[in-house]
């Protein structure tokens, strides 16, 4: 039996513990949260001990995986506790709020030898797992230029953190840094960052970045964030040499594919099949307790994360300074 204590008993700690609850032989012992009515909320369905410090769970609970579901700013300080105390780690995306932090964290996890993982579950929507799949197989020759947009109104949570800039980092670091790792994942390493944007303040509740990424392999990428929309939506487009892909979450047929023809050099459209439905938080959930499991190590890696944070910094940087950021 793998024995769990989730750090955070709000919107992505309940789902976790839903998630832990659905794999076998694995139990949510421990939930903390300092507002203890939500974490009994939580605990109680699972029969998990309630603790309102941090701290305390990660000295007094018996748990093999500590999951860090906290403000980012709480991030490395438990991410560190968890590491140094030998339990394997699960962390909330980002990384962290800086690229030393992330660092200190990928490094204390090493140290202590034991799994850490960064929820980018991006990696896990199936519509861009097929888009990798597709880009992958060839299925628009060489790619070259990609646009991708991640837009919904501002996100609510503990005091108001995600409103201040120097708590959630704004889109650069809590939107679109899901987009970073992907990107990353399909296209490699980034070279060159340039970025502009409508940072937020307490008077105008508006956060809104268009990123510039340059791939080592050449390929272009324009990333758009806003927390300025009534509405949720993701939109990304990857043009090649011989096709285009489209995905649209607003449309019924949210995933195409154009490619040329051989005969006529016109566009042919495909539209794939919906795979299962089953949760991405899940599967990567449950990729991480099998890694535990079976001593394996993670497919995000805390370099992935740290890699994302960095892209993210630089975008900050450089919508700071008017100028582009070389990594």
């Excluded at 990660?58 to 105390?85: G, N, Q, W, Y």
């Excluded at 502009?196 to 964030?225: C, Q, S, W």
């Excluded at 096709?243 to 539209?271: H, M, N, W, Y």
């Amino acid at each position: 039996m793998i024995k769990v204590g989730i750090l955070g008993a709000g919107t992505m700690g309940s789902m976790h513990a839903s998630c832990y609850s659905q794999i076998p032989d694995v139990k949510v012992v421990a939930i903390a949260d300092k507002r203890r009515d939500i974490a009994q909320k939580v605990a109680e369905p699972l029969g998990a001990e309630v603790f309102e410090e941090a701290e305390e769970l990660i000295e007094k609970a018996e748990v093999d995986i500590i999951d860090v579901c906290m403000p980012t700013p709480l991030h490395k300080e438990f991410v560190l506790k968890a590491a140094r105390s030998g339990r394997h780690v699960f962390c909330e995306k980002p990384l962290a709020l800086s690229v030393q932090d992330g660092e200190e964290m990928v490094e204390a996890c090493k140290k202590a030898g034991v799994k850490f993982m960064v929820g980018h579950v991006l990696r896990y929507f199936h519509e861009y797992v097929a888009i990798k799949r597709q880009i992958d197989a060839g299925a628009i020759g060489r790619p070259a230029v990609i646009r991708s947009s991640r837009c919904t109104s501002q996100p609510i949570g503990w005091q108001d953190w995600y409103k201040r800039r120097e708590m959630s980092g704004g889109v650069c670091l809590d939107l679109i840094i899901h987009d970073f790792d992907f990107l990353r994942w399909c296209f490699g390493e980034v070279e060159r960052v340039f970025a502009k944007g409508a940072m937020y303040d307490r008077e105008i509740p508006v956060d809104y970045a268009l990123v510039t990424l340059r791939f080592k392999n050449g390929v272009i990428a324009h990333v758009e964030g806003s927390w300025a929309h009534s509405g949720f939506f993701t939109t990304f487009e990857a043009a090649g040499s011989e096709g285009l892909i489209c995905f649209d979450s607003r449309t019924s047929s949210p995933f195409r594919i154009f490619v040329k023809t051989q005969a006529e050099g016109k566009a042919a459209v495909e539209v794939p099949e919906s795979p299962v439905n089953v949760s991405p938080y899940f599967m990567e959930i449950d990729h991480f307790v099998g890694c535990v499991r079976e001593d394996k190590e993670p497919e995000i890696t805390g370099q992935d994360a740290l890699e994302a944070i960095r892209m993210g910094i630089a975008a900050l940087e450089s919508i700071k300074t008017g100028k582009p950021v070389t990594l």
